[in-house]
């Protein structure tokens, strides 16, 4: 059975820092939650800083993972709720220190008005294919 494939055909308008396409065989599919700037007491990370908040959102992510048995490498998409569009950059940044960024997962951004509380500023959830 062949990988997973990372495809951005040229068709397309180029993308930047995501896979408009991943083709992957699946014998086993884990999805995390949207995974929030909680910390495992249940805490807020980051209050006013979102930084802090996304950072906390990737090892959470990162212990998700890790309890599914599946590493960034095995993720396939991401779906990432900001209150401000305008932190994209940071964003990227730091999923960069956990994505492959040669084989991105495909993505999606959207900005939302608010999360599930006030003081929450970043949301993300993964879908991954374990090998």
Do not use: C
């Amino acid at each position: 059975m062949p990988g997973k494939r990372f495809l951005s055909p040229d068709t397309m308008p180029p993308p930047f820092g995501y896979s408009h396409v991943v083709d992957s065989p699946a014998t086993r599919i884990v999805y995390i939650s949207g995974q929030v700037p909680l910390d495992s007491d249940g805490q807020l990370v980051g209050e006013g800083d979102f930084e802090a908040q996304t950072r906390q959102v990737f090892q959470n992510l990162t212990r998700a993972l890790e309890a599914a048995d599946a590493v960034w490498s095995d993720v396939v998409k991401l779906n990432y709720f900001l209150t401000d569009v305008s932190q994209i950059t940071s964003v990227r940044a730091i999923r960069d220190e956990y994505v492959d960024t040669d084989r991105p997962p495909a993505s999606t951004l959207v900005q939302v008005s608010g999360l599930f509380r006030p003081e929450v500023m970043v949301e993300v959830e993964a879908v991954a294919v374990p090998a």
